[in-house]
């Protein structure tokens, strides 16, 4: 078998993979990158990116429907779920082989393959590039698949799971998602916009559970106006299958039938094959990999990041942890901080999140500044007609820091990064109410909400309660 040798070898070729593949090649390195399907990994191939464009197209069709609100009249509205299908292969493509010629361009070599480790420095890839490599120094990046419900086989027919249902061109009637976290929420949320009828069941308390009482319980009442059900508290006993539908039976006993059902209780670590028991490799008991705050393992010639490590399995997450990685191999000081890691839901409404939450302050003992603004107080929200929701902001009442920030509402996902950068520089509420922010803008909510948190309102009335 052909041997190869380089500096550093990479297993996955997601955001976490090629990120380090780039730096690493930046900072003088040879690198192999190695994955057994494509460049891009779940984030490009079978995650954020399609779903995102799928719900991009629920966007459009939203704003079609209410077109008349805004002086255009539309008549005939109708959509093609198979050319949504279709628009969303052909972005997955494009940016597929765009990131294929940026990874050459940083004269990375790419191997597709799948891999095992022989020693620490030592690995066996199978498959269309099948090699042995010797590498000084190796990053495990090989991500994560979908979470499976014991003795129910995704058949992706009648049973589906992420992956499988990116690619269903025939619209069902109805649905019903085993899941309430963020990947189950956003698919409801683009189903439920094209008419089909949801059922969402969340063993938690609520859908969102981890994400505040305030946004889960805005995002439920939303869902309900859609004609979204929720069963909440419940757990799936099993699932039976007829010939074109199928009925869930939760343990309450109660019974709901369906078109089809997607399973979305999360996501377990792709660890199996690599051979780490033989490396002195920790992991727990979920076969996620341990590391310290530069991202080394318990081998000193092995680093791992991303979704391998079960804590954010969020491509920017692993993006972020890639760059600690290579600059620790290359003994530059980095360390890893998930103080204000941002986390967004493309839910209609979007919910985005970064640092502490309310409940999770109260957890830690610290006793925080609330400030709370409602989008229907903004002039651009009424111009645009996108008045729901509101922003939250965490002030720690000693220190005036900024500890954390909720969004939900339009643009959630674009407003939520002046929280992160206030968060990771430690900036405190006076440097949000002295930045002048531009009028009329949605991001003016974060300074109406600081005002309020430090009982300064400006353009809310005292004392009212949202």
């Known amino acids: 078998m052909q041997k190869k040798t380089c500096d550093i070898a990479i297993i996955g070729a997601g955001p976490g993979g090629y990120t380090a593949a780039i730096r690493a090649s930046q900072l003088g390195s040879k690198v192999i990158l190695i994955d057994k399907l494509f460049v891009g990994g779940v984030c490009l191939n079978t995650g954020c990116i399609p779903t995102k464009s799928l719900l991009t197209c629920a966007d459009a069709l939203d704003i079609v429907k209410k077109s008349a609100q805004f002086g255009v009249e539309t008549k005939d509205i109708s959509f093609d779920l198979s050319k949504m299908i279709d628009r969303k292969d052909l972005i997955i493509n494009g940016l597929r082989n765009s990131l294929k010629n940026l990874l050459l361009a940083n004269k990375i070599e790419i191997l597709q393959g799948t891999c095992s480790f022989e020693t620490d420095q030592t690995i066996k890839v199978e498959g269309h590039d099948s090699c042995i490599i010797e590498a000084k120094k190796t990053i495990i990046a090989t991500g994560s698949s979908p979470q499976e419900i014991p003795n129910i086989e995704i058949d992706r027919k009648l049973i589906h799971n992420s992956n499988s ?25 683009f189903y439920a916009r094209l008419g089909v009828k949801v059922t969402i069941i969340e063993a938690l308390p609520s859908i969102l559970y981890s994400h505040g009482k305030e946004i889960a319980d805005l995002l439920s009442k939303t869902f309900l106006k859609q004609n979204v059900s929720l069963e909440t508290n419940v757990k799936v006993k099993s699932i039976e299958k007829t010939q074109s539908s199928v009925k869930v039976i939760l343990e309450n006993e109660k019974i709901i039938e369906a078109d089809i059902a997607l399973i979305a209780i999360g996501r377990k670590v792709n660890t199996k094959g690599l051979n780490l028991e033989n490396l002195n490799i920790n992991t727990d008991q979920r076969k996620e990999i341990l590391v310290n705050d ?37 003994g530059i000081e980095n360390k890893m901080s998930f103080d204000a890691v941002p986390a967004i839901i493309f839910t209609k409404p979007e919910i985005a999140t970064v640092g502490l939450t309310e409940e999770k302050a109260k957890e830690k003992n610290i006793e925080v500044e609330v400030g709370k603004f409602p989008f229907s107080a903004l002039g651009k929200a009424h111009a645009s007609s996108e008045k729901d929701g509101f922003v939250k902001i965490m002030i720690d009442k000693k220190t005036k820091r900024i500890l954390g920030a909720g969004a939900i509402g339009p643009s959630a996902s674009i407003l939520i990064a002046q929280m992160g950068l206030a968060i990771t520089n430690n900036l405190t509420a006076d440097s949000i ?5 531009a009028h009329p803008t949605l991001a003016e909510s974060w300074l109406e909400a600081t005002l309020i948190s430090q009982n300064r309102p400006l353009n809310f009335p005292p004392n009212l309660k949202i």
Not at 296 to 320: F, P
Not at 433 to 437: A, F, S
């Open 433 to 437: 109410i002295e930045t002048i922010h």
């Open 165 to 189: 249902l990116l690619n269903l061109k025939k619209l069902p009637s109805s649905l019903v998602v085993i899941g309430g976290g963020y990947i189950g929420c956003e698919f409801t949320s």
């Open 294 to 330: 530069q991202m080394q393992t318990s081998n000193k010639n092995i680093y791992a990041v991303g979704d391998v490590l079960g804590k954010w399995m969020l491509a920017h997450t692993a993006s972020h942890e890639a760059l600690v990685a290579v600059d620790t191999i290359h």
